[in-house]
């Protein structure tokens, strides 16, 4: 565990490099943006992986289908690719034909071949997808393909071609002439041998979520189960029978992003409590903002509110045995021969008066409570995929609010 939360801790740091000297401003939390065209994928599936740290991932294990390149009208020569949530890139991208070992990871799934793909295209220098890669472009190719590069926060790299194809989700759902890299290195990686790349569902131009705003309105949900023999979901866009439910969430402003980070999603949390009781801290702690983030893994929160969560939450667990921590997680126990284990209740409360109930499976990661201290009370926080657990997560850009709605998976 201790490697997967040292790489988790490169990617906060990096986000919050990222993130130095933006602001931003709150927005109506309560308008439900329901989209005439808008479709849900309810049949796509989320796992999380066997080891700790692993990212929610779209999987394959029940349908034969998820993320898939088509390769006719039909798709029924698609190949089906098995990918990271990440809602904090920007760029999706799989490994593509040639790719060898010595630089990619191994995957479950068949490497995506563009030679056998007659809709697959690569994308022209000269065009303006190409120029929309921004930082992530990585120069032409004597045959004038744009190339594409992304450097991730513990050093290792995905590069390749920048590429376009029919993307199929679900039975029914077709996005055409979808932009992704078609990675041929893949060198650094940590990915899992479940996983063939990322669907990438930041906020930046390239994404999945920009990509998709004439289908799905910019509008996307996730629930991510509480363990791997569980399963959770992902749709995108706003279903009409999705009215409904409306009640049944609690909503925040989604905080504006600058044009420097618009990749990634922030909100305001005001307030914690624990075993029914709020924390002593004020609200101006949390000013900073925090990252609502599905592949980062532990929350992280300010030194101050840490400190008192901390001593509130190890005043109820007196009766368990202390055990030593483990990387950047310091509170942790020993339950070797307890049949039973009783938490004090944890509940974050953001802006807005969203109260938002953590489950168990929330709280506690091997034994050790899930969250850690950003390094200063000025740096912005994260929830992390952990606290997110059971949780339906709805990403409402367009309406400018993150809603949550609890037991959803």
């Excluded at 919050?16 to 309560?30: E, F, I, S, V």
């Excluded at 990585?138 to 450097?151: H, K, M, P, V």
């Excluded at 400190?307 to 190890?314: D, E, I, S, V």
Aim: charged share 15%.
């Amino acid at each position: 565990m201790g490697k997967a939360l040292d790489a988790d801790q490169l990617r906060v740091a990096y986000i919050q490099k990222r993130l130095a000297g933006d602001t931003g401003d709150g927005a109506d939390p309560h308008k439900f943006v329901e989209g005439g065209d808008t479709h849900v994928v309810s049949s796509l599936q989320v796992a999380t992986g066997a080891g700790i740290g692993q990212k929610p991932h779209l999987t394959t294990t029940r349908l034969g289908t998820t993320a898939t390149t088509n390769s006719a009208p039909d798709g029924t020569s698609a190949v089906s690719q098995t990918v990271i949530i990440d809602s904090g890139s920007d760029v999706p991208w799989v490994q593509c034909q040639p790719c060898p070992l010595l630089v990619c990871h191994p995957q479950r799934d068949p490497l995506f071949d563009p030679a056998t793909s007659t809709t697959y295209a690569a994308v022209p220098c000269s065009s303006a997808a190409c120029a929309r890669l921004g930082p992530y472009r990585r120069g032409c190719l004597a045959n004038s393909q744009c190339q594409f590069g992304i450097t991730y926060a513990n050093g290792a790299t995905a590069t390749g071609t920048y590429s376009s194809d029919d993307l199929t989700l679900g039975p029914y759902d077709v996005v055409r002439g979808f932009l992704f890299g078609c990675a041929h290195a893949d060198q650094g990686s940590t990915f899992s041998y479940d996983v063939a790349g990322t669907l990438a569902l930041g906020g930046g131009s390239q994404s999945f979520v920009q990509q998709t705003a004439s289908q799905y309105s910019r509008v996307f949900s996730y629930c991510v189960p509480p363990s791997t023999s569980s399963f959770g979901f992902i749709m995108f866009g706003v279903p009409p029978q999705r009215a409904a439910l409306v009640p049944t969430f609690v909503s925040t402003p989604l905080l504006s992003s600058s044009t420097m980070s618009p990749t990634f999603y922030r909100v305001l949390l005001r307030s914690i409590i624990v075993a029914g009781r709020p924390l002593p801290v004020p609200p101006t702690v949390f000013s900073a903002s925090s990252v609502i983030d599905s592949a980062t893994v532990i929350s992280r929160i300010p030194p101050t509110a840490y400190q008192a969560l901390r001593a509130a939450f190890r005043s109820a667990m007196t009766m368990y045995r202390p055990a030593p921590p483990v990387s950047i997680l310091d509170t942790c126990y020993d339950f070797s021969g307890v049949r039973s284990i009783t938490l004090p209740s944890i509940a974050l409360v953001f802006d807005g008066g969203a109260t938002v109930n953590l489950d168990a499976a929330g709280i506690l990661l091997q034994g050790c409570l899930a969250f850690a201290p950003t390094a200063s009370d000025r740096m912005p926080g994260f929830i992390g995929n952990v606290q997110q657990r059971t949780l339906e997560v709805v990403y409402d850009v367009p309406g400018k609010a993150i809603r949550f709605r609890s037991a959803a998976c």
